[in-house]
């Protein structure tokens, strides 16, 4: 997991802050179109509040609520973190690195708003001695669901970004969705081992929520979708987390959303039910890696 792969690295607790960059979103301005990704509500995952707070305001403000590290990993994670000109990205990225206890940056966006300037200006701060992680959103690697839910992209997008920033010496953690409409089991480790076969080197997991203000509420409300149970997303997660390398460190294996945003699955409100379904499956079934060069088949089979 990526807490303890941090500590032993950087031989400390290292805390990661989510910051706001005042971005927006091409497939929310209008750019790629104006709903967003079907399962999107930003306010679910991200402080709006902070929205118009300088860089160094919500980093003051983050570090007052950590008292267990002393250093940190700068997270841009609202809306499309690298989509503004380079020079904006510049002066915020090195607003945050001026601090001395920041050991890093996380930028979270999609594959299709990196262009080479920007993995330039990233693998900068590589070549200066900071840690670099470029989280790209990625939901599933199958085209047609991506259709489905409104991304905006594809798979060979993501491909050739995660190649690009692989090649500068930038880690790549890509996010997935388990529970997508349509997708089965199969789908979801079918998108793991094309995401492995591209490069990376961490994940992030997630179960499909349905949150107030997104497209997928209305779909939810007229009972065409049902939730995820949580038995489904601790076989699923714990499958992908079997199936995947020990050197690919794990950011996240669930996560959570607050009422009245989260609709559904109610367990997705609490903070540790998804983590300890997932930690339970994989104390009976093997833990990470235990099913690598096992049959893909067999996990297929299964969905
Ligand atoms: S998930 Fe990301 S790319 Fe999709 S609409 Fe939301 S902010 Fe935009």
Redesign the pocket.
Known sequence: MFGPDLQRRHGQKVHKLALHGDFT????DGTLGHG??T??N?GSFADEATRHQDIATQLDQQMRKVDRARRYLAYFQA??STYAEVVQLREMYQAALARADIVGLCVGT?PDCVPPAVLDLLAGYREQGYEVWLEL?LQSANDHTLRKIN??HDFASYRRTALAARALGLKVCAHLIVGLPSETHGHVLETLGAVLATGVDGLKLHPLMVVQGSTLERVWQRGRIAPLALDDYARTAGELIRHTPPEVVFHRISATARRPTLLAPAWCENHWLGMQAVERYLIEHGGQGSAVGAAWEAGLAAG
């Open positions: 979103c091409p497939n929310r967003g990704c399962f999107c930003v809306y499309t999609r959103g991304r905006g």
